[in-house]
Each structure stands twice: as C-alpha cells, then as structure tokens.
C-alpha cells in the first residue's frame, strides 16, 4: 500500500476528506498512477495514520482521498536519541533513512575530530542539509509506517551537546558505541532506567581519545554492538534497532 504525508491534517476521522499537498498528489497521480477507488494510507508525522481510498482529482489536479478508518497512536514513551558524527552525503542520508524506519525518535547530528564531512554550525549549509534530512526522514516514514516523524536537530559541536545533556540531565542515559580495546558490555546488557537513551555513533575515523575522555567524563557509558567492526551507518541502524526493542518491551508496547 502506497502511503502519503499530509503534515497539513491534523488528525484523521472516518469519512474525512483530504487534500493532498502538490507534491504528494504529483507523486500518486502522475508517477504512481494510482485511479479512483485505489486503497492508499495517510500519515501526518504526529501520530495520526489512516487508511484510505482515492476518490478523484480536482480542478487544480490536486488528489482528493476519502478516509476510511483514522487512527492516532502514541508516541514511545521511552525516546531513543542518535547522535550521529557527520558523515558524507549519501551515508548520512542512510544513517536517517533506516534509524527513521527502526524507529528513532530523535536525530543530532553533531561535528567530531575525525569527522570528513564538515559543515560551520549555525550556518546556511547546515540548515541546508537539516532541510534535506526531513526530507529524506518524511519518505522513510511513508515507507515504514512509521507515523512519528522524528526530531532533526541542528548540527552541533560534540563538546556542545555533552555541556547541555550530561548523563542524567533531562533522565538521559548515554551509550557510546565503542570501538576502543578495553572490555565493553553488550548493547543489549546495559540496564536503561531512564526515559530518554542518547547513543553516540563515531565517524569512520572513531572519536579521538579526546572525546572518548569528554563521553566518560559526562557519564556515557561505553557499549559494544557486536563481535565485529561495523560501518558508522551500519552501527547506527545497529544500535538504533536494539534500543527501540529493548525499550519498546520495558515499556510493555
């Protein structure tokens, strides 16, 4: 089943009439090619999703869809948060399409010292890519139905976000994925008992021994999410997948 945003909608009822935007009804009407009577699903990215049907076009070929059963589903009530060393474009746009589909809630990308993919924070290029990231973030809800769209962040300096969210701030619990020799737990051995986790993913270069010192200096806890090497983005789905089981079933959802 195709499915489409309307950020627009507040909620969804039964035989509710919806407008989809011009790109959406591009999208259904000319590349998909989808006709009356064709069974679509709604999501507004704030919990509401809906089954449908295409009803028609109007005179401004925008489509027209009949909703035929609206639903709202509650957010998790234990967040996951990513925190995600920049990566090059098309990896950081991996990293936020497959966390948006294993269920992140919230996306920071943040500047470390092994970083190759750099932007000035705060700047035109960073609100850029923010903007790009949504977009590739909404596409991956419709995708999964995911019917939270999660929280982008603006870039940051790693140092920043740790002065702000210290272990324990705002019940955060912190994880660094780690791929330092010393013994480390595995992910899924860590005990949570916080409502918000924040796991740390490193650029292909790691995080330097600087900021490994700054993540345990602010109460992040080393983790290991597996027996091998994985790729940045590949540890960020990763670890995104387990926190969002291992949450989901502590909170009995």
Known sequence: MHRFLCESCIEFHDGQEVILDREESRHALRVLRLRSGDTVGLINGRGWRATAALSDQDSTNSARVHVHRGEYIPPPPLQV????????NKAMDLVIQKAVEAGVDHLWP??????????AVQSEDARQKIGKWQKVAAEACK??????????????LLPEWLSRHAEGDEGFRLLTASLRPEPTPNLTAVS??????????????????????????????PVRLGPHTLRSETAAVVAVGCLR?????AAGT
Request: aromatic share 6%.
């Open 110 to 119: 943040v500047i470390t010292d092994h970083c190759e993919a750099r932007v």
């Open 81 to 88: 948060h990513l925190v995600q060393a920049m990566l090059k």
């Open 245 to 249: 089981m291992m949450l989901d079933t």
């Open 143 to 156: 995708q999964s139905g995911n019917p939270w769209m999660p929280v982008i962040h603006p870039v940051a």
């Open 192 to 221: 949570i008992g916080h409502n918000h986790v924040a796991v740390f993913i490193g650029p292909e270069g790691d995080f330097s021994i600087r900021e490994y010192s700054l993540l345990e200096e602010s109460g992040a806890v």
